[in-house]
């Protein structure tokens, strides 16, 4: 019929107060914007001065050889990053499969108001000051023994178990409820279902979740203070039984030093570090990525 | 649409050998198989609830052997609920519980002595959107149920491919059985769900609205198949769609509000009800 000319269309009538909502709209929209920036530049920004800082003590030597003995120019840290592996390998060990049997067991078998504590338990220990978690390592497995690699990993192990534990509440939560049905429904036990449907269909998020932990304990240094600080061995330590060189106290110490050479191998020692908690972050995208495409089906 | 009465007019037209049935069957000791096959299932005085809620109110129905039977009845009358009891699914939800006899051939599937993972073995149960495992190919899929009775290769591989061609999806998939079940189509993926069940060989299958996630095409062939399929089990089919009833029932019971008001031969549900509430969904005045 066409009887409206664009000119006097009720959809471009403007009022004062229009104009008004408009520019408010405009301007929240401009500060959200500007605060997710910032979140991105922060990033850059400490890994950018990392890296600039960092780069010109870190050599391929770097990495491979072991420190030098004191006075003596050169050297790595090798025995650190063998450390750091050792210790969140063993942290892995015992948080990771105690961290997804209690996700399993919440998601799957606990009435709903032990799994709400459950949960709730987490989250608190997921809270505690990581110095808190040092300390009590501290009075409970070096205090009249002595530092160890096996203290320093415990501590680091219950740093890593809320994150992981958490994490594989939320994906096994996300398994729907039409595949416990269709495998019950085919007279398989619980367990099974768990074992065989569950469990395959969450893989890719319970590697999510673990590595995120693996990634977040890789860089703790309060709890290492108190319990594989002390360390005056050079080499490569293996028994964990000693207290383990590990980067993050490393990087404190040699940022501790008068000297700046140590201050720029803080620095390179500091670029390792996060290279390979980044690395861990895009590993760990890359399966949460793919099991969310699973759960979508 | 006039139904169908009896079993007998359907001319059967299967092109595959028959599904080696096993001689015996193990509900609480073994026992002789006995000829007929397909066994029906009777309910009798069931109650079933949610938390202080009573949702089936005393029901007591005959599912006779090799016969669909249709359950119909507007949404939250408690059609689902009951078929849920008949092979103890219902408990498996939270503060959900039942009371009552669920009878297989005589013996009560909620027996102390009974294991409910046999009661679903012998009872099937098929949902309403097509649920087939992701992490699994179409193979693995329909072997799911099979493989932790500790099946050997052999037999497992001719029991799948039995319960793919009973299904009519040998053609279609069996140069693909490695690929991943959920690549299929909707209506594939339901008749695949169904392979899945009978592949562990039920006595009875239970379907839940087993339709109402598919196109017409699809539904019509999950509707052919329910007619193929009562030559060997005894069906229970919930719906919402009255002319789905009245093509693939033998007799159809008629829920309201968790009691079940009329149940009959479905020509007699449909065109000569004998209670009032009946006939006025039938005729669609409500629900």
Same mark, same amino acid.
């Given at each position: 019929?066409?009887?409206? @000319?664009?000119?006097?269309?009720?959809?471009?009538?403007?009022?004062?107060?229009? =104009?008004?909502?408009?520019?408010?709209?405009?301007?929240?929209?401009?500060?959200?914007?500007?605060?997710?920036?910032?979140?991105?530049?922060?990033?850059?920004?400490?890994?950018?001065?990392?890296?600039?800082?960092?780069?010109?003590?870190?050599?391929?030597?770097?990495?491979?050889?072991?420190?030098?003995?004191?006075?003596?120019?050169?050297?790595?840290?090798?025995?650190?990053?063998?450390?750091?592996?050792?210790?969140?390998?063993?942290?892995?060990?015992?948080?990771?499969?105690?961290? !997804?049997?209690?996700?399993?067991?919440?998601?799957?078998?606990?009435?709903?108001? !032990?799994?709400?504590?459950?949960?709730?338990?987490?989250?608190?220990?997921?809270?505690?000051?990581?110095?808190?978690?040092?300390?009590?390592?501290?009075?409970?497995?070096?205090?009249?023994?002595?530092?160890?690699?096996?203290?320093?990993?415990?501590?680091?192990?219950?740093?890593?178990?809320?994150?992981?534990?958490?994490?594989?509440?939320?994906?096994?939560?996300?398994?729907?409820?039409?595949?416990?049905?269709?495998?019950?429904?085919?007279?398989?036990?619980?367990?099974?279902?768990?074992?065989?449907?569950?469990?395959?269909?969450?893989?890719?998020?319970?590697?999510?979740?673990?590595?995120?932990?693996?990634?977040?304990?890789?860089?703790?240094?309060? $709890?290492?203070?108190? +319990?594989?600080?002390?360390? @005056?061995?050079?080499?490569?330590?293996?028994?964990?039984?000693?207290?383990?060189?590990? !980067?993050?106290?490393? !990087?404190?110490?040699? @940022?501790?030093?008068?000297? $700046? +050479?140590?201050?720029?191998?803080?620095?390179?020692?500091?670029?390792?570090?996060?290279?390979?908690?980044?690395?861990?972050?895009?590993?760990?995208?890359?399966?949460?990525? =793919?099991? =969310?495409?699973?759960? =979508?089906? | 649409?006039?139904?169908?009465?009896?079993?007998?007019?359907?001319?059967?037209?299967?092109?595959?050998?028959?599904?080696?049935?096993?001689?015996?069957?193990?509900?609480?000791?073994?026992?002789?198989?006995?000829?007929?096959?397909?066994?029906?299932?009777?309910?009798?005085?069931?109650?079933?609830?949610? %938390?202080?809620?009573?949702?089936?109110?005393?029901?007591?129905?005959?599912?006779?052997?090799?016969?669909?039977?249709?359950?119909?009845?507007?949404?939250?009358?408690?059609?689902?609920?009951?078929?849920?009891?008949?092979?103890?699914?219902?408990?498996?939800?939270?503060?959900?519980?039942?009371?009552?006899?669920?009878?297989?051939?005589?013996?009560?599937?909620?027996?102390?002595?009974?294991?409910?993972?046999?009661?679903?073995?012998?009872?099937?149960?098929?949902?309403?959107?097509?649920?087939?495992?992701?992490?699994?190919?179409?193979?693995?899929?329909?072997?799911?149920?099979?493989?932790?009775?500790?099946?050997?290769?052999? *037999?497992?591989?001719?029991?799948?491919?039995?319960?793919?061609?009973?299904? *009519?999806?040998?053609?279609?998939?069996?140069?693909?059985?490695?690929?991943?079940?959920?690549?299929?189509?909707?209506?594939?993926?339901?008749?695949?769900?169904?392979?899945?069940?009978?592949?562990?060989?039920?006595?009875?299958?239970?379907?839940?609205?087993?339709?109402?996630?598919?196109?017409?095409?699809?539904?019509?062939?999950?509707?052919?198949?329910?007619?193929?399929?009562?030559?060997?089990?005894?069906?229970?089919?919930?719906?919402?769609?009255?002319?789905?009833?009245?093509?693939?029932?033998?007799?159809?019971?008629?829920?309201?509000?968790?009691?079940?008001?009329?149940?009959?031969?479905?020509?007699?549900?449909?065109?000569?009800?004998?209670?009032?509430?009946?006939?006025?969904?039938?005729? %669609?005045?409500?629900?």
């Amino acid at each position: 019929m066409g009887a409206v @000319s664009p000119e006097t269309s009720p959809l471009l009538a403007v009022a004062p107060r229009d =104009r008004r909502r408009r520019v408010v709209n405009r301007i929240m929209e401009v500060v959200a914007s500007i605060a997710a920036l910032a979140a991105v530049a922060l990033l850059l920004l400490v890994i950018g001065s990392v890296v600039v800082k960092g780069i010109s003590a870190l050599s391929f030597s770097f990495i491979t050889q072991n420190p030098a003995p004191f006075g003596q120019p050169g050297g790595g840290i090798a025995n650190s990053i063998v450390g750091t592996a050792e210790l969140v390998g063993i942290a892995s060990l015992i948080a990771i499969p105690i961290g !997804i049997l209690i996700g399993i067991y919440t998601a799957e078998f606990a009435p709903s108001w !032990i799994g709400n504590s459950v949960r709730f338990s987490l989250d608190i220990l997921n809270g505690v000051p990581t110095i808190v978690t040092g300390v009590f390592i501290f009075g409970l497995l070096v205090v009249g023994s002595q530092q160890s690699g096996w203290a320093g990993s415990v501590a680091l192990a219950i740093v890593m178990l809320p994150i992981v534990a958490r994490s594989a509440q939320e994906v096994l939560a996300l398994v729907p409820r039409s595949l416990h049905e269709a495998a019950l429904a085919l007279g398989l036990k619980r367990w099974r279902v768990v074992l065989r449907i569950v469990i395959p269909t969450a893989a890719g998020g319970l590697v999510t979740g673990a590595v995120l932990g693996i990634a977040r304990v890789a860089g703790e240094t309060a $709890p290492l203070l108190f +319990t594989s600080s002390v360390f @005056s061995n050079l080499g490569i330590t293996t028994s964990p039984s000693q207290a383990l060189p590990n !980067i993050p106290v490393t !990087i404190f110490t040699l @940022s501790e030093s008068p000297s $700046p +050479t140590d201050h720029a191998r803080a620095w390179a020692a500091a670029l390792i570090l996060i290279f390979m908690v980044l690395v861990l972050n895009i590993v760990a995208r890359t399966f949460h990525d =793919r099991s =969310r495409r699973r759960l =979508r089906g | 649409m006039i139904p169908r009465d009896t079993a007998s007019d359907r001319q059967v037209t299967e092109p595959d050998p028959p599904i080696s049935i096993p001689q015996t069957r193990i509900i609480n000791e073994e026992r002789e198989r006995p000829q007929q096959r397909g066994h029906g299932v009777s309910v009798k005085a069931l109650n079933a609830y949610y %938390g202080d809620n009573r949702t089936i109110k005393n029901i007591s129905i005959e599912f006779p052997a090799s016969e669909v039977t249709a359950i119909i009845g507007p949404s939250g009358s408690g059609k689902s609920t009951v078929i849920r009891c008949i092979n103890r699914m219902h408990e498996e939800i939270p503060r959900a519980r039942a009371d009552g006899r669920v009878e297989l051939d005589g013996t009560d599937v909620y027996d102390s002595r009974v294991d409910v993972t046999h009661v679903r073995r012998l009872i099937g149960m098929v949902f309403q959107k097509p649920n087939p495992f992701p992490t699994m190919s179409i193979f693995d899929n329909v072997a799911s149920g099979l493989k932790l009775t500790g099946m050997r290769k052999r *037999g497992l591989r001719d029991r799948v491919n039995q319960a793919l061609r009973s299904v *009519g999806l040998w053609d279609e998939v069996h140069d693909r059985l490695g690929t991943p079940g959920v690549a299929l189509s909707g209506g594939q993926q339901q008749r695949l769900c169904i392979a899945r069940t009978i592949a562990v060989e039920p006595e009875v299958i239970l379907m839940d609205e087993p339709c109402s996630a598919l196109d017409p095409v699809a539904t019509l062939r999950i509707e052919e198949l329910i007619g193929e399929l009562k030559e060997r089990y005894t069906i229970v089919i919930v719906t919402h769609n009255m002319q789905q009833a009245a093509r693939v029932a033998d007799t159809t019971a008629f829920m309201l509000d968790g009691e079940l008001i009329e149940h009959g031969p479905t020509a007699q549900i449909f065109t000569k009800p004998r209670d009032e509430r009946t006939e006025r969904y039938v005729t %669609g005045k409500f629900g």
